[in-house]
């Protein structure tokens, strides 16, 4: 987050244990993904906030893989993970596995027993619901809840021996059955589940739970700020009672909540994209539609722009839901003023410059980007044959139409003036073709001063132009008429169009505006040197307006 950002209430909590010597003046953070799917823009919000605050306190940040679940886990997203770290412009201290901390998880455990504070049930899943109460009436006490320290620790033992099947027996703090915070009620600790894991092998057969994992694993890494998302707020006080309890460290960390990031037209749930991928919905975790770090990368955003996004919305106590707008117009600002333009039309209608040489053809200038006279300017091939876009003509036009149509004449971009003299069509009523004229006087660049006119239009040359794949990209979800997100039908629009002869030398992951279109980038999967996809990374205008 930016230094400027005053009203960063972590950053005012940090500053606080910096000025009381809380930590001694360190700050130390860490990003915990559990690698059981792709990060989304949602986890790029907790990236940038535990690594950008880090670098603001001169402190360190850690990637800390939370496996403690080996039943979902798979190494195919820690790739992902660390791709996506790196990609936004972070670098780790220290990269650390919540499994290399299981031997000391399990002395915590056997130190809690000891104490008398932790005891292993026998309670079905079923029952232990029931007797857990509600909101309204306390819980109620299982039968195994005052079990003797050495049977506990006689019972623990044969559940790391493996003398129990899954879901047999787990071990749960003892805490207060009656406590109005659900999570104090005896809550489970470790549970039996017979499955290798990818770090450890087969020396385990129980696992931590992410509630008691957690709070071990920021005080082993000595982390002075553990930065969460809201929905752990009601945890905080276990989270707290076993660092207490456990008593093996003298500084435990704090744990502090910040709210989520929401988005509209987004799915911010790893289940449910999972879901999308699984059932073939999406082309995969990083297809463009996708608000996963991988999805977005491939479809053109960058990571200047979405750091840019996630200090725009700061840092938020209560939860709330951003406009995906205010996504976009970050990706356009960062955009405008850093790819160059091209000459590309879709639904293209050919026009024939009938007082035009035939067998001539000639290079005309066109500027890099308007925005940026620095980025200069490129040769793009004119002759008598050239290609409009479909959106550029009206055989009948509306009012206050300005581009092509009978009798009307426009500015050819770069190029002359163009008038429309006759439309000539197909047996069945479509458009065949447009026959104009221009004015040789009327070169763009060469001062012509005499009349006006009131629309510019871009053109590609007929005869060099290259066919390009275009894939127009719309949301994911929309709204219902009942107002609930359902997936979008016309999410891609899968098209083509002709493009200035100079795309023909784009590679994987450039990207470009496409005149009046969009902006765009060469499919990092898709585009060859034989053929060219171009994504929309995002279009040119914007529904959303910053705030003064």
Not at 118 to 139: F, H, I
Not at 494 to 501: K, R
Not at 506 to 520: S, T
Request: aromatic share 10%.
């Amino acid at each position: 987050m930016s230094e400027n950002n005053s009203n960063n209430f972590i950053h005012n909590i940090i500053d606080k244990d910096i000025e009381e010597g809380t930590y001694g003046g360190k700050v130390y953070t860490r990003f915990p993904p559990e690698p059981n799917g792709y990060l989304h823009i949602g986890h790029a919000k907790s990236i940038c906030l535990n690594f950008s605050t880090a670098q603001k306190y001169g402190g360190k940040c850690n990637l800390r893989y939370d496996d403690t679940n080996p039943v979902k886990e798979d190494v195919e997203y820690v790739d992902s993970i660390e791709e996506d770290v790196k990609w936004l412009g972070f670098t780790w201290e220290k990269r650390l596995w919540a499994s290399n901390y299981f031997d000391t998880m399990y002395k915590a455990a056997i130190e809690l027993i000891n104490k008398g504070k932790a005891y292993v049930d026998d309670l079905t899943p079923e029952q232990m619901r029931e007797y857990r109460g509600t909101l309204k009436e306390p819980g109620k006490e299982s039968h195994c809840r005052n079990q003797s320290v050495e049977e506990n620790l006689s019972l623990f033992e044969d559940m790391r021996a493996g003398k129990f099947a899954d879901g047999e027996r787990v071990l749960r703090a003892k805490i207060d059955m009656a406590s109005p915070n659900i999570n104090l009620r005896d809550p489970i600790i470790y549970r039996i589940a017979h499955i290798e894991h990818h770090n450890t092998g087969n020396k385990w057969c129980i696992y931590p739970m992410y509630d008691f994992a957690h709070p071990i694993e920021d005080a082993i890494e000595g982390i002075t700020h553990s930065i969460c998302t809201l929905e752990f707020e009601d945890h905080r006080p276990l989270y707290e009672w076993v660092l207490n309890e456990v008593g093996f460290w003298p500084h435990p960390p704090k744990q502090i909540e910040f709210a989520r990031l929401n988005l509209t037209n987004t799915v911010m749930s790893k289940r449910l994209l999972k879901g999308l991928v699984d059932d073939g919905v999406v082309d995969g975790w990083d297809d463009p539609r996708m608000p996963t770090i991988a999805g977005l990368r491939r479809r053109g955003y960058t990571p200047e722009a979405i750091r840019e996004f996630c200090e725009e919305i700061g840092v938020a106590k209560s939860n709330s839901t951003i406009e995906v707008a205010m996504l976009e117009h970050c990706v356009r600002t960062d955009l405008q003023n850093r790819v160059e333009s091209r000459n590309v039309v879709e639904d293209p209608i050919k026009v024939v410059i009938t007082n035009y040489p035939e067998g001539q053809s000639e290079m005309v200038e066109i500027e890099n980007n308007r925005n940026v006279p620095e980025m200069g300017s490129r040769k793009v091939p004119f002759s008598r044959e050239i290609y409009v876009d479909g959106a550029d003509f009206m055989e009948e036009p509306v009012k206050k139409y300005f581009r092509l149509f009978p009798g009307n004449e426009v500015r050819v971009k770069g190029a002359y003036f163009v008038k429309c003299e006759s439309v000539v069509k197909n047996d069945d009523g479509s458009i065949k073709e447009l026959h104009c004229t221009y004015d040789p006087a009327t070169k763009s660049g060469e001062g012509f001063e005499g009349r006006k006119v009131k629309g510019t239009i871009h053109f590609v040359d007929a005869a060099t132009a290259i066919k390009i794949r275009i894939r127009n990209y719309n949301y994911l979800m929309i709204d219902d008429e009942n107002g609930n997100q359902v997936l979008n039908p016309d999410s891609v629009v899968d098209t083509w169009g002709y493009a200035e002869p100079s795309l023909a030398e784009a590679k994987p992951g450039e990207r470009f505006q496409f005149f009046r279109h969009g902006y765009y980038i060469a499919d990092s999967e898709l585009t060859t040197d034989t053929e060219k996809v171009f994504n929309r990374i995002v279009d040119l205008k914007s529904s959303w307006k910053p705030k003064k």
